[in-house]
């Protein structure tokens, strides 16, 4: 099964910019889909982004203008590249290996998530 390592979190002031990694050897050669989610203190995780294995990034429209996510085969990572950043998208940040109906190495497992502050 693919797991996954975030890394990159970090503080910052509104209007900066991180960059969020998840690695996950073997999820481009088990051609797993790849999400990004997070979850604000005192609520529910909400979807940010994911990356299909054709490379087709979809977002939530929270932060689509702000945020891109691309993916590195020679090194088995997803980057979330996050820009204008706003103190809304303060938050622990967490990749996740997306089940896939054709492969159990893609089994839905989760990273142990980091954290992202932005101050104002």
């Known amino acids: 099964q693919v797991q996954p390592v975030e890394s990159g979190g970090g503080s910052v002031q509104t209007g900066g910019s991180l960059l969020l990694t998840c690695t996950a050897p073997g999820f481009i050669s088990n051609r797993c889909d790849v999400g990004w989610y997070r979850q604000a203190a005192g609520k529910q995780r909400e979807w940010v982004s994911s990356?299909?294995?054709?490379?087709?990034?979809t977002y939530a429209d929270s932060v689509k203008g702000r945020f891109t996510l691309s993916k590195d085969g020679f090194v088995d990572a997803v980057y979330l590249q996050m820009s204008s950043l706003k103190p809304e998208d303060t938050a622990i940040y967490s990749c996740?290996?997306?089940?896939?109906?054709?492969?159990?190495?893609?089994?839905?497992?989760w990273g142990q998530g980091t954290q992202v502050t932005v101050s104002s």
């Open positions: 996740q290996i997306l089940r896939s109906p054709f492969t159990r190495s893609c089994a839905g497992l």
């Open positions: 990356i299909d294995a054709t490379g087709r990034a």
